[in-house]
């Protein structure tokens, strides 16, 4: 793991974009994408190591880029 997410474990908290709390669930090596919570929604979001959000969707579409994670709290 590198990048944004890189010394993150279970429950750390990050900011978003829009100033908004996301918690750190797990990394899936897989795909090398990391799983979060975001404060205000019921389903995590995958991101990038970078703290891009990975895809657009549905369920968050009209958030865009607010949604990014820019910190870690």
Excluded: W
Excluded at 29 to 52: I, Q, R, S, T, W
């Amino acid at each position: 793991m590198t990048g944004l997410f890189e010394n993150a474990s279970f429950g750390t908290v990050f900011q978003t974009k829009d100033g908004g709390k996301a918690v750190y669930i797990c990394y899936i090596p897989f795909n090398n994408l990391h799983k979060l919570f975001v404060e205000g929604f019921e389903y995590p979001f995958l991101y990038h190591a970078d703290g891009k959000r990975r895809g657009n969707g549905k369920y968050a579409r009209l958030y865009g880029a607010g949604l990014d994670v820019v910190k870690q709290m």
